[in-house]
């Protein structure tokens, strides 16, 4: 038997226990505590596990990584803004903006616009929660694997060998020649076929979402409209669509940021070669691969730049939520 | 305004929505969806048949060249897979690292969102939009100075790391889900267990916590999949250190990266690899579903 499987045993019971515990004991501690001020002490008391994770492992290193982009490669050189410097002044790095972009507008584009589509038209048929498993389903499994997956898809012999991958063989039975498209970097084309892949599993997402919402509009409605006289195109456009662009608006910006942080994709299909690099990607390769931690900090910290109009707009639409709540 | 006179100002509309044109749009939906569900199902199945036939076939056709009728069709692969490489032991791996993952956070999470929904303290408010802001925090501004400091603790690979790890990350989404479903139970219960003397640790165990479970089962998915999909915090925390404690992420994404053959294994490993959370995703997919949109629309 793996001998780990006692530690295991012992971490799934023995941590919820130190933590139960932990609870408990607050009221003990508590009763230490004059009575009028126990009210006061109590919730921080609950929330201290929290804030020390957050704290710990997400505020205090992203404070630790905004002074090392400040810093050489070397800890403690100050170098002031030199790695930025180095990034806008790289144009083999600044692809990888160029990348992030692309992947903001078109992976929202394509599962926000596809997402809703799909939504739509499932609404009017009986096997809508047959198509929508297969449209979800890709989101359940890792990016690792579904790289895996299209790697077949993408896959490319040289011409006049028989074509092994799926796309080569659908073009190849309708005459056209082979293409390596996770190579062609004309346009960026391999950044799109990558967010391709990506829109594959998010679509999904965007269509649950999208889809509870438009069942949330009441038929009367719509049917009034029908009754009046209007196509299904006018009920869509004046009607359906007004009423979901407040969820549009919310899914579109989780997609945002996950544009944003894409990694996983890049690094299993193409390890951001052939001009394929992210952010993401290129902050592991500078930090991890060239051991250069001060390019690697100036990356992670311009990813954040990037994603903080988003966490305000996170917020706002959050305030508003508990405004009206 | 009655529906004749409204069509008969605008005749086009008419057109578009007589009896024929309908059947055919009707069509054209059926046909639309039958085509998005095969273009999202070509992908895997291609996937599924090449990785049950032998590593010279993969190199010289194509997948669908095995089908009709179908032919060399073989476990082989799998039986490689869990033979050659350590596939078996990455699965083991994934388990270890995913279970504490997805419990610890739950339980931090649900006293934080007690404390959110039903206590009073100053600051209340801004410290949650603080929480928030931190769901879109990149992973990647952490990686740096938290290796760093494991590697002083002499730490540096082991489990530990990416429990804690994936805990202060999950964090954040898990308070969040918590608390929304939390702050939404009726007031009155808890007024009328304090009345009756019930101290918070009780109304919590007894009241807060059974009423939260749909949303516990959530967040118990979303931590689960997103933990064991997860290829980022293993590849930084494990990768260099201690191989042999790998999740099958990392080591799929190692195969794919070595180039030195062995094709035919990637789709079996990738097959293993997807088992669990397909499982997971079709006996949950309510749940699954219900934390989705519970997330972003309310009510």
Known sequence: ?325 | MTASSTAAQLPAERVASGRLPRFFSRFGVHLVLAVLMIIWLLPTIGLLVNSLRSSSDIASSGWWTALFPPKGLTLDSYAKVLAETDIASGFINSLFITIPATIIPIFVAAFAAYAFSWMNFPGRNLLFVAIVGLLVVPLQTTFIPILQTFGQLGFAGEFLTVWLAHTGYGLPFAIYLLRNFMGSLPKEVFESAYIDGASPVTAFFRLALPMTVPAIAALAIFQFLFVWNDLLVALIYLGAVRPENLPMTVQIANLVNSQGGGWELLGPAAFISMALPLVVFFALQRYFVRGITGGAVKG
Not at chain 1, 117 to 145: G, Q
Not at chain 1, 148 to 161: A, C, K
Request: without cysteine; hydrophobic residues 60%.
């Open chain 1, 1 to 325: 038997m793996d001998p780990r499987l006692g530690t295991a045993l012992a971490v799934v019971i023995g941590i919820p226990a130190v933590l139960v515990g932990y609870i408990y004991l607050t009221e003990v501690v508590l009763r230490f505590v004059p009575e009028r001020r126990r009210a006061q002490f109590r919730p921080w008391l609950w929330l201290l596990p929290a804030l020390l994770f957050l704290g710990l492992f997400l505020v205090i290193p992203t404070v630790l990584t905004i002074l090392r982009s400040f810093q050489g490669a070397v800890a403690g050189a100050w170098v002031g803004l030199e790695n930025y410097a180095w990034f806008f002044g790289t144009p083999d790095a600044l692809i990888a903006l160029r990348n992030n972009l692309l992947w903001v507008v078109f992976l929202t584009l394509f599962t926000v616009g596809g997402g809703l589509i799909i939504a739509v038209l499932v609404d009017r048929v009986r096997y809508e929660t047959i198509a929508k498993s297969v449209i979800f389903v890709p989101l359940a499994i890792s990016m690792t694997a579904a790289g895996v997956i299209w790697r077949f898809m993408f896959d490319y012999q040289s011409p006049g060998s028989p074509q092994t991958g799926t796309l080569n063989g659908i073009l190849g039975a309708v005459g056209l020649g082979p293409i390596s498209f996770l190579q062609v970097d004309t346009l960026a084309l391999n950044t799109i076929f990558l967010i391709i892949v990506m829109a594959w599993m998010w679509t999904g997402f965007a269509m649950v979402i999208l889809s509870a919402a438009l069942k949330g509009i009441s038929t009367e409605l719509l049917e009034a409209a029908r009754v009046d006289g209007a196509t299904e195109w006018r009920v869509f456009r004046f009607i359906v669509f007004p009423l979901l662009l407040p969820t549009v608006a919310v899914v579109s910006t989780t997609i945002v940021i996950t544009a944003l942080k894409a990694f996983d994709i890049v690094y299993v299909m193409t390890n951001g070669n052939f001009g394929t690099d992210v952010i993401a990607s290129r902050m592991i390769k500078e930090s991890f691969i060239f051991g250069n931690f001060g390019h690697g900090s100036a990356l992670a910290v311009i990813l954040l730049l990037a994603i903080i109009p988003v966490m305000g707009l996170n917020i706002s639409r959050f305030r508003a939520q508990e405004a009206i709540r």
